[in-house]
C-alpha cells in the first residue's frame, strides 16, 4: 500500500467515490453510452464567432420592455377571478417526487407556489406575491392584479412615446403620494373591540370554504386574545398549531386551549382521564437496550447460559421499575416519554395508575413541555419537584374514531391548538391556510391598530387624490401619475366583476360619490351594491394594504428597468449528464479534495 493509499484510509470520507478516484492516480474519463462530452459553440474553424454561445436568444429594448408588460398582465388576468370573497378556485396538479398532488385553492400564495411558470416576469410577480403573503398574512392578490394593471397602462405611454425613464419616476413619485393617502385615511381603533375584530376578520376570510365559518374563526380567536397575555399575544397568534382531522364538517371544528395530539393509548387498562395532572417528561425511551450501534462499534448483551438471560431479565425490570417509582415519588401522575417504552413494564405502570404517553416527535414533545411548563429531563436521577408541568386535565377522546390526547388548563397560556374538521384533505388544507393568513393579519394588527376601509373603498378614494395631484404637476409625469389612477379602480372592478356584476355599471356611479364626499362608499360583494364601508363594518388593518401597494410599484419599477433578455441554451440531456458527473472529480474539485483531507 503507497503512501497515498495510506492517508486516504485514516481520513474520515466525505466523498467516498472521489477519494478512490484520486488514490489510484484518476484520469478524466470517456463518456458512458448515454452521455456525451459538451462541445463549446462559440468557435467556428478554431476562431471565436459568437460573443453568446449558439443557439442561445436575445431580446432587447422597446419590444422586449411591451413583452413583459403583456406577461405581467396575463398574469394580473390569471389571478383576478380568485379576488375577493367570491373569487373562484383554481385546481392545480403539481408533481412532487413521483407522487401527484391535488391542490384546490384561490389563496395567492398557494397558486403562485405550485403553479409551474416558466417566463421570468411571471416568476418575479409570483415571488414579489408569495413574499408580501407570507410578511403580513394578505396583500398578494392585490399587489399582482395592481401592479398588472399599472404595466398596462403605463405600456400605453410607452408606446406613445414617452421614455421609460420617466414612466419610472412618475411612479415612484405616485407610489409616496399613495402612501401618503393611505396614512390620511387610516383610522385607529380599540383592539377590545370585539365587534371590530370580528368585523376584520370576517373580511379578511377570502376562502370560499370558510366564508359562512366567518363567526367561528372570529370566536376562536376573541378566545385567543382573552386566553393569552397580551405580552405574548403576537407570538401566539403567529405559532398557533392547526390539527387537521378528516371527517365532518368545517363547524365541527374546536379551539383547544392547551395541546391536542394524536397518539394511541399505551396499555388499555391505563387512566384516559387525569385531573390536576403533573406532567414529567423524558427525553429518549424507557428501556434497557440489549444491542446498539455507536459510530465505531456495535454493542450487545451475551447470555451464555439462560440463568443469566433471566437475571439480566429481572435485573432490567428492576432498573426500569427504580426509575418509575422514582416518578412516581415526586407527585408525578402523568409521564411523557419521547421514545419507546419496554413491554415487560406496561402492566407495572397500569397498576401504578401512571398515564404513560410514548412516541413524541421532538417538535410536539417541544410544544407540551412550553404548555405545561414542564422540563424535557434526559436523566431521572436528576428530576424533582420543579421538573413537574401542570394542566387542569389530561384527557383522551375519540374524534372520528381516531384517539386523541388533550391537555387542556396549562401553567402556560401561549399554547393553543386549532382542531381542524373538514371532508377531505384539499379542503383542509385550503381551510388550513386561510385560517393561517387570518392568524397572521390579525398579529399584523395587534403592532399598528389602524384600519382602512375596505370593499375597495380605499383604492376609489386613492384614484381620486391621485387625478387631483396630477393637476399640480406638470410635463409627463401628468399623464403617468393619471394612468396610475386608473389603475387603481382594478381593484373594486375585480369584486364587482367576481360577484357576477358588470364593472362599466357601477365603477362610474362609484367615482361619483366620491367626487361628492363619500370617502368610504365601496362595493359590498354580499349585498351586490355601494355602501358606507365604515358603517357596514368592511374593514381592512392598514399595513396590509401599504404592503400591497409598496410590493406592487416595486414590481412595476423592476419590470421597466428591465430592456435586455437573454436566454441561455440548455444542454442536452446527454451533455448534461457528462458534466454533472464531472463536476465531483474536476480538477479544481480534486485539489481541494486533497487540501480538505491533507494528501500530497
Not at 374546536?254 to 399505551?266: D, N, S
Not at 451464555?304 to 433471566?310: A, C, G, I, P
Not at 433578455?565 to 464531472?582: S, T, V
Request: aromatic fraction near 6%; hydrophobic fraction near 40%.
Amino acid at each position: 500500500m503507497n503512501n497515498t493509499e495510506i492517508q486516504v484510509a485514516s481520513l474520515e470520507w466525505r466523498s467516498l467515490r472521489a477519494l478512490r478516484r484520486i488514490s489510484k492516480g484518476w484520469k478524466p474519463e470517456f463518456p458512458l453510452n448515454h452521455e456525451k462530452i459538451p462541445k463549446p459553440d462559440i468557435y467556428i474553424d478554431g476562431k471565436p464567432v459568437y460573443i453568446l454561445g449558439k443557439g442561445a436568444q436575445r431580446e432587447r429594448k422597446k419590444p422586449l420592455q411591451l413583452l413583459n408588460i403583456e406577461v405581467a398582465g396575463y398574469i394580473s388576468e390569471f389571478l383576478k377571478t380568485t379576488f375577493g370573497p367570491l373569487g373562484l378556485d383554481k385546481i392545480i396538479i403539481a408533481q412532487e417526487g413521483k407522487s401527484r398532488i391535488i391542490y384546490v385553492s384561490n389563496d395567492s400564495e398557494v397558486i403562485f407556489r405550485k403553479t409551474p411558470f416558466q417566463h421570468p416576469i411571471a416568476q418575479f410577480l409570483a415571488g414579489a406575491a408569495v413574499a408580501a403573503q407570507k410578511e403580513v398574512g394578505g396583500g398578494g392578490a392585490t399587489s399582482v392584479i395592481l401592479a398588472g394593471e399599472i404595466l398596462k397602462n403605463c405600456g400605453t405611454l410607452i408606446e406613445k412615446g414617452i421614455h421609460p425613464s420617466i414612466v419610472q419616476d412618475g411612479c415612484i413619485e405616485a407610489m409616496n403620494k399613495v402612501i401618503e393617502i393611505i396614512d390620511k385615511n387610516a383610522m385607529p381603533i380599540t383592539i377590545n373591540d370585539d365587534k371590530i375584530i370580528s368585523q376584520i376578520v370576517k373580511t379578511s376570510l377570502t376562502s370560499g370554504c370558510l366564508i359562512e365559518f366567518g363567526d367561528l374563526i372570529a370566536d376562536m380567536i376573541l378566545k385567543i386574545i382573552r386566553y393569552v397575555n397580551e405580552p405574548y399575544l403576537e407570538d401566539a397568534l403567529l405559532n398557533i398549531k392547526i390539527k387537521k382531522v378528516e371527517g365532518g364538517w368545517i363547524g365541527d371544528s374546536r379551539l383547544v386551549m392547551g395541546c391536542a395530539f394524536y397518539r394511541e393509548p399505551t396499555h388499555p387498562d391505563m387512566p384516559e382521564k387525569v385531573v390536576n395532572a403533573k406532567i414529567a417528561i423524558l427525553k429518549g425511551g424507557l428501556k434497557v437496550s440489549e444491542r446498539g450501534r455507536t459510530r465505531y462499534f456495535d454493542h450487545g448483551t451475551i447470555s451464555e447460559t439462560l440463568h443469566d438471560y433471566k437475571e439480566f431479565r429481572v435485573e432490567k425490570k428492576r432498573i426500569l421499575k427504580d426509575v418509575i417509582e422514582k416518578v412516581s415519588s415526586i407527585g408525578a401522575n402523568v409521564l411523557f416519554v419521547e421514545k419507546g417504552i419496554d413491554q415487560d413494564i406496561m402492566d407495572y405502570l397500569a397498576r401504578m395508575k401512571l398515564l404513560t404517553i410514548r412516541r413524541f416527535p421532538p417538535p410536539e414533545l417541544e410544544e407540551v413541555a412550553e404548555a405545561t411548563g414542564a422540563n424535557i429531563v434526559s436523566d431521572v436521577n436528576i428530576l424533582d419537584t420543579s421538573d413537574l408541568g401542570e394542566a387542569e386535565i389530561v384527557e383522551l377522546r375519540r374524534i372520528a374514531g381516531e384517539p386523541w390526547w388533550f391537555i387542556e388548563g396549562c401553567r402556560n397560556p401561549r399554547v393553543v391548538n386549532i382542531l381542524l374538521r373538514g371532508a377531505n384533505a384539499q379542503l383542509l388544507l385550503e381551510a388550513e391556510t386561510a385560517i393561517k393568513n387570518v392568524f397572521k393579519i390579525i398579529s399584523v394588527l395587534w403592532r399598528d391598530r389602524r384600519v382602512v376601509a375596505g370593499g375597495g373603498a380605499l383604492e376609489m378614494e386613492i384614484a381620486r387624490q391621485l387625478r387631483e395631484y396630477s393637476k399640480q404637476t406638470s410635463g409627463k409625469k401628468q399623464l403617468v401619475i393619471n394612468a396610475v389612477a386608473e389603475a387603481f379602480h382594478s381593484i373594486p372592478s375585480a369584486l364587482i366583476q367576481n360577484a357576477g356584476l358588470k364593472p362599466i355599471d357601477i365603477v362610474p356611479n362609484l367615482r361619483s360619490m366620491h367626487a361628492h364626499g363619500g370617502v368610504n362608499i365601496g362595493f359590498d360583494v354580499f349585498k351586490r351594491t355601494p355602501c358606507d364601508m365604515i358603517s357596514s363594518r368592511i374593514l381592512e388593518p392598514v399595513q396590509v394594504k401599504v404592503q400591497a401597494v409598496k410590493t406592487a410599484f416595486e414590481a412595476v419599477y423592476t419590470i421597466l428597468r428591465i430592456d435586455d433578455f437573454i436566454l441561455c441554451r440548455r444542454l442536452p440531456k446527454p451533455e448534461a449528464d457528462y458534466k454533472r458527473r464531472m463536476e465531483g472529480t474536476a480538477p479544481e474539485r480534486v485539489k481541494k479534495i486533497k487540501r480538505d483531507f491533507g494528501i500530497d
